[in-house]
């Protein structure tokens, strides 16, 4: 069963995540200058890049390394594991005040959400923290997960984002993280999450590419063209590349004020396609339109 939240919780507007900055929360000089690093969130780890003698430590910093991540601003994510044990002393750990959402590996069906969501919500209450502001960045890694992405984007109201882990799924289906492999997997998580009202998150190729910088921003700048609103960064190098792949350019702002002002003048004789610059221009352009203008000014 869902939780009922208060409208002001449940209605919480989706945040602006161009790029996500994974930090490993057991090491200090990470975390004392991942605010620096002008990433719309930060990523506090505590799953894949935290030794698994080191877990105990890193939950124990966990609210001091909120603190510090925060400090101008970006998001705070507590990504969790996945197995029972360590993710109930996670939960148990990332459920305090200054965490704005938690990142869910490995999901793959809606009954874990809700588990999870549950197990948050009786965390909140005894905490006095307010219900339902922590939200859920699920992501997807393995090929059963595909069979279920409606399910799981509309599985609770804390869900705001979705991504494809594409090294975990290519493990996962027995392959290398290329292009080829990637490309359906990703798209079916973008249709899942758009139709979901959520973000989604990430780019068609491997999370791990940091010497070629050129092509990780041209990978970024066509996901966005896809649709994605943003991307997983592993390194520090990687938020500027994704920060100004994932907001429009010069030339499509330029655009967008051309057609809104030509939307303008269109509603005053009465019509709603009109034809601009050689081209035409009706109600889903001038949408595209308005949405390039917002995200300008969200940056």
Known sequence: MKDTFPAVES???VPRWRSL????THVPRFVETAHERGADGVILDLEDSVPQDQKGEARRQLP?????VGRKGASVLVRVNHGLRALAADLDAAVIAGVDALVL???DSAEWVLEIANAVSELERERNLATGRIRFLAQIETPGALQRLAAIASAHPRMVAMALGPEDFSAAVGGAPE???LLAPNLSVLFAARAAGLLPLGFIGSIGELSDTHKLRQAAVHARRLGFAGA???????VAIFNEAFSPSAQELEWARKVVAAENEA??????????NGKMIDPPVVRRAHEILALSSNN
């Open 11 to 13: 209605a919480m507007s």
């Open 21 to 24: 900055l994974f930090v490993p």
């Open 64 to 68: 001091e390394c909120v603190a510090k």
């Open 105 to 107: 590996p490995k999901t």
């Open 179 to 181: 292009f080829d492999l």
């Open 232 to 238: 997983l960064a592993i390194h520090p190098t990687q």
């Open 267 to 276: 509603a005053t004789r009465g019509v709603s396609a009109f034809s601009l």
